[in-house]
T-cell receptor, first 111, second 115 residues
Framework: TQLLEQSPQFLSIQEGENLTVYCNSS?????LQWYRQEPGEGPVLLVT?????EVKKLKRLTFQFGDARKDSSLHITAAQPGDTGLYLC???????????FGSGTQLTVLP | KAGVTQTPRYLIKTRGQQVTLSCSPI?????VSWYQQTPGQGLQFLFE???????NKGNFPGRFSGRQFSNSRSEMNVSTLELGDSALYLC??????????????FGSGTRLTVV
């Protein structure tokens, strides 16, 4: 059974600060997706990482896939209130017939 | 292009009743997945349909069922509602079913409250 852990569970920071959230598992993934969910809405796909050690940047967001493909991190530089939301990771294995989500990190960026 | 449309957006039902939720995927997407989201359990997988066939089902009782039509629209039904069924029900469509790197597009969900 794949154990998936996201940390921290909650994070509250001031606008302009940097932060990193993590997604860790005991299993090896073939790829991993990050989603952000705002209150009252469905999750929105941010990125898919596929290769171990891969780093992808989307403006102020930097996503990294671990070398062993068991973990991933999301780093936000100079956080803004618009970054507030629930950040979910969803790893994929080659045999998976469903997308399984972590419990998420609830980020609040205060103005 | 139009996104994933879920109806209704909000619903209040009484224990013991049944409910049907609808999902219209993005045009061309043939894979539709359903999730239940609650504060305590997070996003829990219900089932996934591809080309009118249920390919996978999560660990939910038989009161939860679904189907997909030839136009890829999907419905899920919950019978004999319980208080614990109160949740946000999310539908996600994808061009290709898992395992696929294509990614999901989610609807805004149906907020079901059972009283």
């Amino acid at each position: 059974t794949q154990l998936l852990e996201q940390s921290p569970q909650f994070l509250s920071i001031q606008e302009g600060e940097n932060l990193t959230v993590y997604c860790n598992s005991s299993s090896v993934f073939s790829s991993l997706q990050w989603y952000r969910q705002e209150p009252g809405e469905g999750p929105v796909l941010l990125v898919t990482v596929v290769t171990g050690g891969e780093v992808k940047k989307l403006k102020r967001l930097t996503f990294q896939f671990g070398d062993a493909r068991k973990d991933s991190s999301l780093h936000i530089t100079a956080a803004q209130p618009g970054d507030t939301g629930l950040y979910l990771c969803a790893p994929l294995t080659g045999s998976a017939r469903q997308l399984t989500f972590g419990s998420g990190t609830q980020l609040t960026v205060l103005p | 292009k139009a996104g994933v449309t879920q109806t209704p957006r909000y619903l209040i039902k009484t224990r013991g009743q049944q409910v049907t939720l609808s999902c219209s995927p993005i045009s061309g997407h043939r894979s539709v997945s359903w999730y239940q989201q609650t504060p305590g359990q997070g996003l829990q997988f219900l089932f996934e349909y591809f080309s009118e066939t249920q390919r996978n089902k999560g660990n939910f009782p038989g009161r939860f069922s679904g189907r997909q039509f030839s136009n890829s629209r999907s419905e899920m039904n919950v019978s004999t509602l319980e208080l614990g069924d109160s949740a946000l029900y999310l539908c996600a469509s994808s061009l290709n079913p898992p395992p696929s790197n294509y990614g999901y597009t989610f609807g805004s969900g149906t907020r079901l409250t059972v009283v």
